[in-house]
């Protein structure tokens, strides 16, 4: 199979107040996925970052007595700290305040202004300045006037704005939807399918949008040409994706068709606004052939999660209060390491339509009966009786007929790959699993620990444990993405460093050939080590 490039983002999140569990959700999701795809040798950009410019960030800067800059510094600052502890693999952090965002911004809307499809207008309507966000009147009057998201009233606004012409993109976007197959040159999609047919009959109604403001107190980018405005913030944001990779070197991936992760409160400026911005731009000068001939190509996807919800089944937010903290999400990872946090929230979240309630019961459960019994316990039994019985070392090739381990492995292979494409994340790490459970059911079924005891049954043990030897290493490259931490120092410990070393640093690993049967190296020593994931007892 042939390298693909890959680009995948994570929201660009504000920098009002610190980081919480719900933006380390979906930048953990995104991770997973780039992983995945540096595992199989694909090209892969990883962006997220900070959103600077909000109306909140300057009001809250205020109240502390500072510059929105030295607050958004600051803040910027915690989102970087608490990504980088949690080893994201991203390959670079957006700072909407950069001088490149900036510039690049300036001049896509210049270009947009050129074109007419921004041009100036004036707004009367409702707006959410807790999502900084214009609402639809029937959208308003729907939610009695009052805050979707955080249950505030909404403010009603009445200026000079200019505008961004949705409208002229409706119907294309509409074709791209309800298709979801290359039109034109073009493909577009939002997953998953419920919320796809959800923005279908919102595009039907839009309306041109309205895409700048005044009195932003020089806080954020100016509409060129007019310095009395300034670019509405989810503009300024959204372009982000599009910024960080306009450079001579980055340009292909955005070419080869964003994935966007992000949560259903922002679904509307992703899947409506941005693909018609994009619509927009590429048929301008300059981004008709924009790489290597080819004009702006659009987002591939953007797949829409749900919530984490408090047990109580509020959404856990900053204004609700119920979040878990950089703190809370350090207490985890000290407790159960860092793995365990990843894993969990990757394979229990609210991917899909449904919300996931956060519960440290249900942590310790999974904790205990994913990852301490299956994988790590599976691991320390295996090494410890390849240590035991076989002088710590890989045996040679056996008498065994390995058709039928590795015919199960291609087919879990398959399904993982299959639900990866369709980022069905837990169904992924669950083929990881099987393979696990596989091992300990062989091992139950063959007794080498029995068969040890008659020194003529040796071969035969040799066999069954270069069998689960086997396998336990194909099920750590496929729970990689999930676990790395653990998968790297059992590699150490089985002869296999060199796939940590091909990883590292954003490097690409080789998958394919990875989990082909029959890779341990006889003679090997084996490293037995502590326990991947000691069980744990609440207290
Ligand atoms: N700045 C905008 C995004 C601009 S992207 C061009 C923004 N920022 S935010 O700080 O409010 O982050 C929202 C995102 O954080 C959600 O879309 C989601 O990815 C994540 N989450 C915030 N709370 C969450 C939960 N309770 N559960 C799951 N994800 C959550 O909107």
Known sequence: MTAETFYVTTPIYYVNDKPHLGHVYTT??????ARHHRLKGDDTFFLTGVDEHAAKVSDRAAEQGLSAQQWADQNAAAFSDVFERLEMTNDDFVRTSSHRHKDNVTAYVRTLLDS??????????WYDAGQEEYVPENKAAGNGYKSEVTGKPLVRKKEKNYFFKLTAYRDELLTLLERHEVVN?????VQPTARRNE???????????????????GWGIPVPGDAEQTIYVWIDALFNYLTYVDTDDRRKYWQAGAVHFIAKDILWFHAAIWPALILALRKCPGF???????PLALPKLVYSHSYWVSETGEKMSKSLGNFLDP????????????????YFLATRGPLGVSDSAFSEDLFVDVYNSDLANTFGNSCSRVTKMIGKYLGGKIPDLTT?????????????????EASFATLELSDAAGEGRTLIRQVDSHIDETAPFKLAKDESKLPEVATILLTCAEALRIASVLLWPFIPDACEVFWSRIGCGHYTRALAAGGSGDLAQWVKWGQLQPGTAIEIGEALFPRYQPK
Do not use: M
């Open 116 to 125: 007419g499809d921004v041009y100036a207008g004036q707004y009367e309507g």
């Open 185 to 189: 040159g073009c493909r577009f999609d």
């Open 288 to 294: 008709d052939a924009w790489h290597e001939g080819e």
């Open 327 to 342: 703190q809370a999400i350090d207490n985890y990872v000290n407790v159960f390491g860092l793995d365990a946090l990843r």
């Open 400 to 416: 065994e007929d390995t058709a039928k381990w590795s015919g199960f492995v291609e087919q879990l292979h398959l399904r993982y």
């Open 199 to 217: 923005i279908i009959n919102r595009i039907k109604e839009a309306e041109d949008v309205p895409i700048s403001r005044t009195g932003a107190g």
């Open 28 to 33: 953990i999701v995104a991770d997973v996925v």
